[in-house]
């Protein structure tokens, strides 16, 4: 589990809860459930008409994907690839079956399992491009989900306040009430913007920052499998791969940089 995001989100509404009690509020003034069943109500409504039933069900998917990280060790998966190279070199492709069948990567295996059955280099590339672009596309629908829970919660909460300022001004017979009534009116706006800028938006960027470290660990993967084929010295091997590993900055270069070449 990546306790770091949940630790970030914890910490925001401990910041917002904290303030507001600092200046003397009390924890009363923010629990309004008719705000609640507005804003959130609201914004699930709005979610639920913007995407088809197939991408709603991919919610806990999402959240899962945001929230449980896999530990992948670059350095470790480079060395990993490169003794499978110093296998090839020593005892040919089809010695690469048993290690492949073995690693806890399933990009790893597949692409292995690809070559060792004999797969044309351009067709192993294509495929394993494919599978990167796939879940790229699917990633990038996670991040979608919540990038719209995050556009439509602020506006709820502004909807959520008017309303509440209507049923305000049209009881202005207890002047007293007035304030206490007004207060609660912009709880609504409140969760809105709470919720959208510490938990949806928040998520959405997760997944995208995640999506990112996958995406170059494949991309990385692709290029490993392909010197295995290619039958490429181990010390090649880890240099070629050695990039991924220097940072985003060298990776991205390296990327565009490949993208430019014919």
């Known amino acids: 589990m990546d306790f770091i995001t949940i630790i970030g989100i914890l910490f925001g509404l401990a910041a917002i809860i904290g303030g507001f009690l600092w200046e003397g509020g009390h924890m009363g003034g923010l629990l309004q459930g008719t705000a609640a069943l507005i804003v959130f109500g609201g914004t699930a409504a709005a979610v639920m008409v913007s995407f088809s039933p197939a991408k709603l069900r991919n919610i806990p998917r999402a959240l899962k994907f945001a929230f449980f990280s896999r530990r992948s060790d ?17 005892s040919g492709l089809l010695a690469l079956e048993r290690q492949g069948e073995s690693h806890e990567d399933p990009f790893l295996r597949e692409g292995i399992q690809l070559v060792v059955d004999g797969t044309d280099q351009t067709a192993v590339k294509e495929m394993m491009e494919l599978e990167i672009d796939a879940h790229e596309s699917r990633w990038d629908g996670f991040a979608k989900l919540f990038e719209a829970a995050g556009g439509y919660a602020p506006t709820m909460g502004i909807i959520g306040t008017v309303m509440g300022l209507i049923h305000v001004l049209g009881s202005l017979q207890e002047p007293t009430d007035l304030g206490p009534s007004i207060a609660l009116a912009f709880t609504a706006t409140l969760y809105g913007v709470a919720s959208a800028n510490l938990i949806f938006l928040p998520i959405a960027s997760k997944i995208k920052s995640r999506s990112e470290e996958e995406i170059q660990r494949m991309d990385m993967i692709t290029l490993g ?13 880890r240099k070629k791969l050695e990039s991924f590993a220097a940072g985003p900055r060298e990776y991205e270069a390296r990327r565009q940089s490949s993208e430019e070449t014919p």
């Open 225 to 237: 499998v392909l010197s295995l084929q290619n039958g490429d010295h181990p010390v090649l091997v």
């Open 74 to 90: 670059t350095e470790v998966l480079i060395e990993d690839i490169a003794a499978m190279a110093a296998t090839v070199r020593r």
